[in-house]
């Protein structure tokens, strides 16, 4: 849901003008990141600045946003039903969300939020792409595996931008490639 800028009056998400005042919503324009393998941990970069940095510490990968000592999110691999789950903690040690695989030969994971409800999911897109894709059908990015360069990177277009929701994007891609090279894994 949504709230006109103008006079306040909440509408759908889908709404384009305010069914009151007939102001238009605000679209907002698609954002490109990359995300990198940069000195033993992975950084995320927007319009030449870094967003966040993704680095390993007792098996698990801690997101953080520069400047900034606390952790964003943490990427905790789970074992569980022969594959590997991922939970997204966040500062105060609360879910996120779940990163879980799935079965089907197109779709590599659904992204659930911490009530188990899907809200994400990712779809490869030959190999070296991937969609992910909101319940609606809608797709929110599109990333691209840049195979010339060295260790893990990917370019990174976010058509749905959610001002929130950067971060936990940043660990879904992150998380799904680090599943894809073996890199996430449960410890012990």
């Known amino acids: ?23 238009s919503y605000p679209h907002p324009a698609p954002l490109s990141f990359r995300l990198e393998e940069h000195d033993g941990a992975y950084r995320w970069t927007g319009e030449d600045a870094v967003v966040a940095v993704a680095s390993w510490a007792a098996g698990m990968c801690h997101v953080r946003q520069p400047g900034r000592d606390a952790v964003s999110l943490t990427l905790v691999p789970m074992a569980g039903d022969g594959a590997v789950r991922v939970a997204m903690v966040d500062a105060g040690a609360r879910l996120v969300s779940t990163l879980q695989p799935s079965a089907g030969p197109a779709t590599l994971s659904t992204v659930c939020d911490r009530y188990e409800h899907p809200r994400l999911v990712v779809k ?6 991937i969609h992910i894709v ?3 059908g809608d797709v929110v990015a599109l990333a691209s595996r840049d195979r010339g360069a060295p260790g893990l990177a990917l370019d990174v277009l976010v058509l749905r931008p959610r001002g929130d929701g950067e971060t936990v994007l940043f660990g879904v891609v992150l998380a799904t490639e680090l599943l894809r090279t073996g890199e996430l894994r449960p410890v012990g």
């Not at 490869?124 to 792409?129: M, V, W």
């Open 1 to 23: 849901m949504k709230i006109c800028p103008a006079c306040g009056l909440p509408a759908p998400s889908t709404t384009a003008t305010c069914a009151f005042c007939e102001a």
């Open 124 to 129: 490869g897109d030959g190999p070296t792409g």
């Open 134 to 136: 909101d319940m609606s």
